[in-house]
Structures are given as structure tokens and as C-alpha cells.
């Protein structure tokens, strides 16, 4: 079965410009959460969707966006890129509540 | 809203130590799973836990769930090189999601 799929996997962008990140999650699995990874806050989640329903939300500004699609895959979206926006980004999908996830190797966002 | 507290953030051990994080939550959770990231790598699922007071082990890891579900810990037994790596957990409840910040294990040869 393949595993969770983020693309790209690097990525370098300009302050100012946006950028959209793509996750596939595993066949099967209808939640997909978001991850901004960066050495000094650690894993801060983003948002979750479950069945293309954004289904919880964390504390981002309204420049970080989803939506998932009716195939589960989903995409975030970043708007007026700020340098303080690179970081990496991980995905993780899972099959139910409680069912452990599975993350994406991730995408690793530069914003110069 | 919910928050999950982890300590130590960091941790160097000599090869053949112990090592121990915890990780408390603010509200109580309906299960805790920990993950095991690598330096350059992203986090892989170790374990869940559900019941209160609940402990499992793996080989030389041992996972405790707290009586009141607001807390647990990971405890490595005789650490080797292989351990290194960011151990965090994350606790789950109504849906929520939250991990702790992690911690950073150094194993010294």
C-alpha cells in the first residue's frame, strides 16, 4: 500500500508570493491533517479534513487555507508568503479517529 | 484550549543510559500516541494508549498512560545510538489533535 505522499518536496518563494502544497494521503483514509514544523515551535497543527469538511482549525492567520477533495487528496495554501512562513510542512492521514498517522516525508518551504 | 506540555525539550545520554520525557496535558485525553522523528526524517507512529493507567512496552521501550489521562511517559532502557531522534506525543480528545513539543534525544557513543 503506498505510504503518504507530499509534493513538492522543496520548494523556494519570495515574501509576498503564495504557494499551494499537494498530500495524498493513503487509499482508503479520509482524514488528512496539516503540520508546520520549525526548530523552535516544534509541530503546530493547522487544520484537519475529514471527508473534504475542514473538521478542526489550529491558531495560523487566515493566509493559511485547505480544502480536500472528493478523492481525500488534499492541498494547503499559503498566501503573502512571509519569511517567517518557512518551515517544514508534514501531512498525515489517517483511517478513523484514534487510528494512528501517517505522516508524509514533507515539504520543506523557503521563503527568502 | 488544549495544551500538551513535554519535557525535557532536550536530552544527552551517554550510550547505555536511561532516558525518560513526559508529556502532560491541560484537559483530560482519550488516548496519547507517540511518534519517533529522525534527524531529516518525519515522525513515525510508535504507540497508542487508551485506558487509564495503561502501560505497554516494546523491547526496551516502556509507554505509561496515566491514571487521570492527563499525563505519560516513554522510558528508553539502556539508550543506544539508534534512539537518537525527537520523541513526541500526541494526545487526542473530541477530535483535537495536539502534539507536544518534543524531545530531542542524543545518544553519545
Known amino acids: 500500500k503506498a505510504g503518504v505522499t507530499q509534493t513538492p518536496r522543496y520548494l523556494i518563494k519570495t515574501r509576498g508570493q503564495q504557494v499551494t502544497l499537494s498530500c495524498s494521503p493513503i487509499s482508503g483514509h479520509r482524514s488528512v491533517s496539516w503540520y508546520q514544523q520549525t526548530p523552535g515551535q516544534g509541530l503546530q497543527f493547522l487544520f484537519e479534513y475529514f471527508s473534504e469538511t475542514q473538521r478542526n482549525k489550529g491558531n495560523f492567520p487566515g493566509r493559511f487555507s485547505g480544502r480536500q477533495f472528493s478523492n481525500s487528496r488534499s492541498e494547503m495554501n499559503v498566501s503573502t508568503l512571509e519569511l517567517g512562513d518557512s518551515a517544514l510542512y508534514l501531512c498525515?492521514?489517517?483511517?478513523?479517529?484514534?487510528?494512528?498517522?501517517?505522516f508524509g516525508q514533507g515539504t520543506r518551504l523557503t521563503v527568502v | 484550549g488544549q495544551q500538551v506540555m513535554q519535557i525535557p525539550q532536550y536530552q544527552h545520554v551517554q550510550e547505555g543510559e536511561d532516558f525518560t520525557t513526559y508529556c502532560n496535558s491541560s484537559?483530560?485525553?482519550?488516548?496519547i500516541q507517540w511518534y519517533k522523528q529522525r534527524p531529516g526524517g518525519h515522525p513515525v507512529f510508535l504507540i497508542q494508549l487508551v485506558k487509564s493507567g495503561e502501560v505497554k512496552k516494546q523491547k526496551r521501550l516502556t509507554f505509561q498512560f496515566g491514571e487521570a489521562k492527563k499525563n505519560s511517559s516513554l522510558h528508553i532502557t539502556a539508550t543506544q545510538t539508534t534512539d537518537v531522534g525527537t520523541y513526541f506525543c500526541l494526545g487526542g480528545s473530541n477530535y483535537k489533535l495536539t502534539f507536544g513539543k518534543g524531545t530531542l534525544l542524543t545518544v553519545n557513543p
Open positions: 498525515a492521514s489517517r483511517g478513523t479517529n484514534g487510528d494512528q498517522a501517517f
Open positions: 484537559t483530560t485525553l482519550s488516548n
